[in-house]
């Protein structure tokens, strides 16, 4: 089982990305809570973003609210995270996770599939 995450690279401050997570397995994603999370050098790892198995409740961490949107495709089995108005502090790897039910918490004890991760570089 595999969850990989693709879409980062290296912006300017204000910039705009989108990640995308896809599974290996159709099963893992269309029925758990799916997140991002993201690790940068030297610090933990930290929520970004949650949703839910259907799609109609999300969270988000306050340093990303009015920012990030999260969301999800069923059909395609895809998860997304629409980076806006990107500053330095959110340069990190970040990495999508699959939830052990149908929420998404901003636990990181809530998620038991992890993806590699992609790099997120953000230059003021």
């Known amino acids: 089982v595999q969850l990989q995450a693709s879409g980062g690279g290296s912006v300017q401050a204000g910039g705009s990305l989108r990640l995308s997570c896809a599974a290996s397995?159709?099963?893992?994603?269309?029925?758990?809570?799916m997140a991002w999370f993201r690790q940068a050098p030297g610090k933990e790892r930290e929520f970004v973003a949650g949703?839910?198995?259907?799609?109609?409740?999300?969270n988000y961490a306050d340093s990303v609210k009015g920012r990030f949107t999260i969301s999800r495709d069923r059909t395609t089995n895809m998860v997304y995270l629409l980076m806006n108005s990107l500053r330095p502090e959110d340069t990190a790897v970040y990495l999508c996770?699959?939830?052990?039910?149908?929420?998404?918490?901003?636990?990181?004890?809530?998620?038991?599939?992890w993806g590699q991760g992609t790099q997120v570089t953000v230059s003021s």
């Open positions: 996770a699959a939830a052990r039910s149908t929420g998404g918490g901003s636990s990181r004890r809530d998620y038991n599939y």
């Open positions: 397995r159709r099963t893992i994603i269309s029925n758990n809570g």
């Open positions: 949703i839910n198995w259907i799609g109609s409740a999300t």
